[in-house]
DNA sequence: CAATATGCGCGAAACGTTTCGCTTGCGTAA
DNA sequence: TTACGCAAGCGAAACGTTTCGCGCATATTG
């Protein structure tokens, strides 16, 4: 029913191939481009991908794999990769594995099954053998997977940067709520905490250390926790958006005042803290680099070339002041 | 390279044909199908996608078409559907047209293009003309275009029935900030304020209805024209989620007190409102019901049955009551 | 002017399925 | 016993491309 090469070569008298060597740019009379442009606009013929990837053993489709789409910090790096992927000729397949190990690597298995032409993945347990056995490039974001191509931001470093703030400001019991260590990115953000304690010769106090899920009711749960103890932590230090959200119910349920009663840091989180009763300063990561890294390494990858294999980008987070740093002592 | 069906009826004696059917669920004696499943298990052979649809003129993926990825409405929608089009055996395309009707149009060219076999579609300016002329099923989402089948919210019923409340406590003027009237959802949300107010026999100030964009900086500029009005506005009423969020900004930049100072009726956020100073009424739309109807009606259309074509499924929203309606004089 | 290079076009095979129409062999009813 | 129906399997065509190798004509070079 639609039309295809084949009348498109008909209606110019030309051949098949020519046709084909017009659609994907090779050398063709001036001439004949003109009426093949012609006929192509009157038929108008679309090309067939389904028999393109037949042929070329190319979908030009990349898959994103996610833990969630319902925290915006995935949501919004998708938002960003889309668009970029488009300007390469890329479609994107969006799934998620609902926080799922199972669900994981099963969506891994759908989405090699779909031949796509790459994955962008944001892993959890899956490891680096059943990843490469795929046979799929892979780019690993936010979490890294040792041995494979990666772009994450430095945890490490971002948070022991503000946990240093805060200790040479005076603040000595600074609460952290941690994602699982298992997580690459939560053991990383602990060891950030740890360092900045180290570099000052401070003894850190275990119980100032939550851990939980990275989720809304860890945050609210931890929070809670920690505005238990006494005496109350002078800090508070979260470590993804949905933990910042649950910290702040809590906070807010305990009619807190931030930073007067206690100095909180967030995390991954715009929008609330700057309506929250004092904007709350905030460590951002970058949507925008991790995205058009992500894009860039994985197009790279795609097209066949793989030097600097495996690559790890990390980037660097930025630190939003909204508040002066509350002075202890 | 990778194992095809012809590899598997050379290794089992079969014929291709006899390992399509086996494929597809067709009779095959117990003594071959365990001999193809044997095969197909030792061989590793995966169906390719590419020849299939070629033969079949099915892609079995879905084009999800949204104004934006960056709102959390659309999102979030986006995050509810992706299981249920999967558990259909369909993927997703998720592309935006960054609000952008030039790229509206362009976008849906595109999914065309790619000859996916459904489409999800949140349309802005683009006519029941042009998406009929795609050829491919289509349900809109959200926003209503005559002659299609749709999914959206009743809303001039969720503002009608928040503002009713707010007029039956006394209130009088009632501020309200709404998206381009172009836009069947604002259009219509407009029509549910001046409704209650018709029901009532009480006259409207056209000043107190602020029309802009659905984003943050139209909640803020909006919201900030209504506090500059004197006498203040006892009530403000928005209309998407980055509206309200723009307009607690100014809320919170003018020091104003909720709901002692104004009251306020937010829109489609769950988590803002609830940690803001005092957690804000809110109307929200549903996001899971929606996702379910417009997949299960975009499904039966993609099987060939367009049985009640079109079909327009209006759903209601409901009232997230943080604080009691104020009370004026 | 002959020899060679170059640009352009063509025919045909191949990619991996699905599906149509046919054959075969078996069981069953008349 | 004959005829028939039915289940199961098969061969081959077709889906719409890309691409390889070849041939022709024109331009280029010595």
Same mark, same amino acid.
């Given at each position: 029913?639609?039309?295809?090469?084949?009348?498109?070569?008909?209606?110019?008298?030309?051949?098949?191939?020519?046709?084909?060597?017009?659609?994907?740019?090779?050398?063709?009379?001036?001439?004949?481009?003109?009426?093949?442009?012609?006929?192509?606009?009157?038929?108008?013929?679309?090309?067939?991908?389904?028999?393109?990837?037949?042929?070329?053993?190319?979908?030009?489709?990349?898959?994103?794999?996610?833990?969630?789409?319902?925290?915006?910090?995935?949501?919004?790096?998708?938002?960003?990769?889309?668009?970029?992927?488009?300007?390469?000729?890329?479609?994107?397949?969006?799934?998620?594995?609902?926080?799922?190990?199972?669900?994981?690597?099963?969506? *891994?298995?759908?989405?090699?099954?779909?031949? $796509?032409?790459? !994955?962008?993945?944001? &892993? @959890?347990?899956? %490891? /680096?053998? #059943?990843?490469?056995?795929?046979?799929?490039?892979?780019?690993?974001?936010?979490?890294?997977?040792?041995?494979?191509?990666?772009?994450?931001?430095?945890?490490?470093?971002?948070?022991?940067?503000?946990?240093?703030? *805060?200790?040479?400001?005076?603040?000595?019991? $600074?609460?952290? !709520?941690?994602?699982? &260590? @298992?997580?690459? %990115? /939560?053991? #990383?953000?602990?060891?950030?905490?740890?360092?900045?304690?180290?570099?000052?010769?401070?003894?850190?106090?275990?119980?100032?250390?939550?851990?939980?899920?990275?989720?809304?009711?860890?945050?609210?749960?931890?929070?809670?926790?920690?505005?238990?103890?006494?005496?109350?932590?002078?800090?508070?230090?979260?470590?993804?958006?949905?933990?910042?959200?649950?910290?702040?119910?809590?906070?807010?349920?305990?009619?807190?005042?931030?930073?007067?009663?206690?100095?909180?840091?967030?995390?991954?989180?715009?929008?609330?803290?700057?309506?929250?009763?004092?904007?709350?300063?905030?460590?951002?990561?970058?949507?925008?680099?991790?995205?058009?890294?992500?894009?860039?390494?994985?197009?790279?990858?795609?097209?066949?070339?793989?030097?600097?294999?495996?690559?790890?980008?990390?980037?660097?987070?930025?630190?939003?002041?909204?508040?002066?740093?509350?002075?202890?002592?």
């Amino acid at each position: 029913m639609a039309t295809t090469i084949k009348d498109v070569a008909q209606y110019t008298g030309l051949s098949i191939a020519t046709i084909s060597k017009y659609i994907n740019g090779g050398n063709v009379l001036e001439d004949n481009r003109k009426r093949i442009g012609e006929a192509i606009e009157v038929l108008d013929y679309k090309v067939n991908y389904a028999a393109r990837s037949l042929k070329t053993n190319k979908t030009m489709t990349v898959g994103i794999l996610l833990p969630s789409l319902f925290t915006p910090f995935f949501s919004l790096i998708c938002a960003y990769i889309e668009p970029l992927l488009k300007s390469h000729g890329y479609s994107m397949i969006v799934c998620s594995y609902h926080d799922d190990p199972i669900e994981e690597i099963s969506k *891994l298995k759908f989405l090699q099954a779909l031949s $796509i032409d790459g !994955i962008v993945a944001v &892993p @959890t347990t899956v %490891t /680096a053998d #059943e990843l490469t056995a795929l046979k799929i490039p892979v780019v690993l974001m936010d979490r890294n997977v040792p041995g494979l191509d990666s772009v994450v931001t430095d945890n490490i470093n971002a948070v022991h940067d503000v946990v240093e703030e *805060l200790i040479i400001h005076g603040h000595r019991r $600074i609460g952290i !709520i941690l994602g699982p &260590p @298992t997580v690459t %990115t /939560a053991y #990383e953000r602990k060891l950030g905490y740890e360092r900045a304690f180290a570099d000052y010769n401070l003894p850190i106090d275990e119980s100032l250390i939550r851990i939980g899920e990275y989720d809304i009711a860890t945050g609210y749960r931890e929070m809670i926790e920690l505005l238990n103890m006494k005496p109350l932590p002078t800090a508070v230090v979260v470590s993804s958006h949905d933990i910042t959200v649950g910290a702040i119910m809590a906070a807010y349920e305990r009619k807190l005042k931030i930073p007067d009663d206690i100095y909180f840091v967030g995390y991954d989180e715009e929008q609330i803290t700057k309506v929250f009763n004092a904007p709350v300063t905030t460590v951002l990561q970058p949507l925008v680099e991790i995205a058009q890294s992500v894009t860039e390494l994985l197009v790279k990858r795609m097209n066949g070339d793989y030097s600097g294999y495996p690559q790890l980008n990390r980037l660097k987070t930025t630190l939003l002041r909204h508040q002066p740093i509350s002075k202890i002592e």
